[in-house]
């Protein structure tokens, strides 16, 4: 009798089983693309295009009324009920459908029945429900010799990844640290032009050179991160008698010493809070946005250091911390202090005394499509890195050792936009002023004014490529009453563009260039046009 009423418990699974399975099923194997695999393309204006996942399926629903496309009146209607209201073997989708019209393939009829059966031979082990009969457990039989060969290469794909896992585990570089690298090589020239300021450009050869990067991506809690960056850069960019048009992947000596290059850790505090305690080699893009779709860190988008952020950004440089709290989806403060002689203790410099960047920064995001940036910066003795001559305030290296023999103080003010105009046409820009103050030597300020105009084409060709184009005008030193610090007579004009082609997930190659109509602001000098092939290696 106890068997008998065991048999009477599988019947029911056994049917809805049947009735759950589209009838496509046993005439043939169908093709495994369906629209639960089919990915989804949204291009973010912020940064670049992001990939959608796909439809993910949920947990185990309760009642089949949850599902909203599933009537009394369908046909299977009694099969689905007994199978998610009595053995708890089916889900739905994350929008409460079931898609019961939907193909599928003899391997996934395998998974679905699989589950089932588990849960059929857990109820007939513990015989706490209804029982079964023996027709039942014959067709149970027949459908388990009918698919035997799916469930066997089902579990075999188990039993592989299951090896496969334990061989990483036993292997993995560690536990808590993820190995990442990133190699980026580029061949610049000097195409035209020929007088800047008087003296000839010599920078004229056309050169190659290599930026390489060796990262660890430390993660001690799930949410906090570690990063660890090594490098060696020997790319220097032209001397063409201005820093206009300076490339943002160029380093500074020239050499491939390998040195660590940034290091911070990010953590939360709550739930709408971020904070990051940078070590050094800290930039404002650690602390905030800088919305800015060509922001790549000279990997990506942008060519040149003007074109890749707004240049008042620059003056953010060294160790310190940041701070980020969202409001909301739309709204989120950022602030952060970096200084450029936090690691020394000689008079007038260590972390308070000597050079820093305070940043204040209130992104906006009144839709999906649109990011605004309010920026202020309080700087001292941190110059803007691109510009004209003035801009940049070399006049006042008296001695000509690179180092800027007055001390000043700056306030900028800058506002940043980005604008998606559709999924592939992304329209941006920003305007920068800066006043800076001389304390020691000539007394006096200067303003400083910069702008620019950006049309980004996201996936352009093939998914993952990025064409650009920029417009506008580098640091322009407007007024000054710096004895020897003149303003600029003229107007120079930046004109960029390039082409990132994705060659595959982990090249990428971006040919472009760079043309500087009256360079430092002075018509009498010649136009000139730099030209740069960057090819990038991630790993």
């Not at 999924?423 to 800076?436: E, M």
Request: proline letters at 4%; a negative charge; glycine letters at 10%.
């Amino acid at each position: 009798m106890q068997k008998f009423c065991k048999y009477l418990l599988v019947s029911p699974a056994v049917c809805g089983v049947m009735l759950f399975v589209n009838t496509a099923v046993f005439a043939g194997e169908t093709s495994s693309t369906s629209e639960i695999n089919q990915p989804q393309v949204l291009a973010n204006p912020d940064t670049r295009a992001t990939n959608i996942a796909p439809d993910q399926i949920i947990g185990q629903v309760t009642s089949v009324s949850q599902f909203s496309d599933v009537q009394p009146t369908d046909w299977a209607f009694q099969a689905l009920q007994s199978l998610v209201e009595r053995y708890g073997c089916i889900a739905g989708y994350p929008n409460s459908t079931y898609r019961g019209n939907r193909a599928l393939t003899r391997y996934e009829f395998a998974a679905g029945l699989n589950a089932c059966l588990d849960r059929v031979n857990e109820l007939i082990a513990t015989a706490t429900s209804d029982l079964v009969n023996k027709e039942d457990l014959a067709t149970l039989q027949k459908l388990q010799e009918d698919f035997s060969a799916e469930l066997a290469t089902l579990r075999g794909r188990v039993d592989a990844v299951e090896a496969k896992t334990a061989e990483l585990e036993e292997n993995q570089f560690s536990t808590t640290t993820k190995l990442q690298g990133q190699v980026v090589a580029v061949v610049s020239d000097v195409l035209s032009g020929n007088t800047v300021n008087g003296a000839e450009i010599t920078d004229e050869n056309t050169t190659l050179g290599v930026r390489a990067r060796i990262e660890l991506v430390t993660s001690f809690t799930g949410r906090d991160t570690l990063f660890t960056r090594i490098q060696a850069n020997n790319i220097l960019s032209p001397n063409i008698g201005t820093p206009e048009g300076n490339l943002f992947f160029a380093g500074e000596d020239g050499t491939t010493n390998a040195a660590i290059d940034a290091l911070f850790y990010r953590f939360p505090l709550g739930e709408k809070t971020e904070v990051v305690a940078i070590a050094n080699a800290g930039a404002a893009d650690d602390i905030t946005s800088t919305v800015n779709l060509f922001d790549g860190d000279g990997a990506f988008g942008a060519l040149s250091t003007f074109g890749t952020r707004n240049p008042i950004y620059g003056q953010m440089d060294g160790a310190g911390l940041g701070v980020t709290h969202e409001f909301s989806d739309k709204l989120a403060l950022s602030l952060g202090y970096l200084s450029g002689t936090a690691n020394d203790p000689t008079p007038n410099n260590g972390l308070f005394n000597g050079s820093y960047g305070a940043l204040a920064q209130l992104t906006i995001k009144p839709s999906d499509r649109i990011t605004i940036g309010l920026t202020y910066i309080n700087s001292y003795n941190q110059p803007l890195l691109t510009g004209s001559n003035g801009a940049t305030l070399a006049p006042l290296d008296l001695d000509g050792d690179g180092t800027l023999d007055s001390r000043f103080s700056s306030n900028s003010y800058g506002v940043q936009a980005s604008i998606g105009i559709t999924d592939n046409i992304v329209l941006g820009g920003w305007a920068g002023y800066t006043n800076s103050r001389t304390l020691t030597g000539n007394r006096g300020e200067v303003d400083i004014w910069n702008y620019a105009v950006t049309l980004g084409f996201p996936d352009l060709g093939k998914k993952g490529s990025l064409a650009g184009i920029i417009a506008g005008v580098e640091p322009r030193l407007t007024s000054s009453s710096i004895a020897g610090l003149d303003s600029a007579p003229d107007t120079s004009y930046h004109l960029e563009a390039f082409y990132q082609y994705q060659l595959s997930d982990n090249i990428a190659i971006t040919p472009g260039v760079i043309w500087l109509t009256s360079p430092d602001h002075n018509n009498n000098n010649d136009d000139v046009v730099i030209g740069a092939l960057r090819t990038t290696f991630s790993f």
